[in-house]
């Protein structure tokens, strides 16, 4: 079993900033891509940002400029530094992951349960 568990969400003013952090636990042989996407209220989930194992990143273009993504191989880590927020990326922070869990398996998606962001106006 392989999960996701997501940290560093919280409330915080317009302009501030967050950093969240997924960790990812159990059987792990390989991680491709780690992601982040979230869902506001009422809305579809969307993408936010992903990296590569080898440190390609892809942004959405709501965040470029905003938001890094950065990973730690050794401690099969994804963070997301997000800066200067908006009341509208209020939403429930989900990190996802392809995982490898032995050379013998395909690569599965995986999700994490979601952190709640919310950014006052």
């Known amino acids: 079993q392989v999960q996701l568990v997501e940290s560093g969400g919280g409330l915080v003013q317009a302009g501030g900033s967050l950093r969240l952090s997924c960790a990812a636990s159990?059987?792990?042989?390989?991680?491709?891509?780690m992601g982040w996407f979230r869902q506001a209220p009422g809305k579809q989930r969307e993408f936010v940002a992903l990296i590569t194992s080898g440190g390609i990143t892809n942004y959405a273009d709501s965040v470029k400029g905003r938001f890094t993504i950065s990973r730690d191989n050794a401690k099969n880590t994804v963070y997301l530094q997000m800066n200067s927020l908006k009341p509208e990326e209020t939403a429930v922070y989900y990190c996802?992951?392809?995982?490898?869990?032995?050379?013998?398996?395909?690569?599965?998606?995986?999700w994490g349960q979601g952190t709640l962001v919310t950014v006052s106006s």
């Open positions: 159990g059987s792990i042989f390989s991680i491709n891509t």
């Open positions: 996802n992951a392809k995982i490898q869990s032995s050379w013998l398996d395909r690569y599965l998606e995986v």
